[in-house]
């Protein structure tokens, strides 16, 4: 019963890459050890939040704690991902009625 709720929590360091010009705009983050995130887990990134000006770039290193989901949790997520995903065969980019 433990596993089905319980989840395991741990701190790891990360590299975090945040990019705003006109060919770029993302923020990525790599955990260290190459940690493999599943559905319903969740990474929390410590520090002052990052702000980057248009034309620049940066890499930054800092601290993460991941908190792995229990297997409810993660069943769940799977299933209603499913859903959320089929939210996004009603997008279409063509012309419709005026």
Known sequence: MT???SSETFDTPCRIEVE???????????????I???????VRVHGAPITVAFGESI???RQATVRRAGLLRRAWTKFAGHFEM???YEVSFTPGRL
């Open 36 to 42: 493999e995130i599943q559905p319903g887990d969740r």
């Open 86 to 88: 089929a939210e996004l």
């Open 20 to 34: 705003q010009s006109a060919a770029h705009f993302h923020a990525h983050v790599e955990l260290d050890g190459d």
């Open 3 to 5: 596993r089905l709720l």
């Open 59 to 61: 890499v930054l290193h």
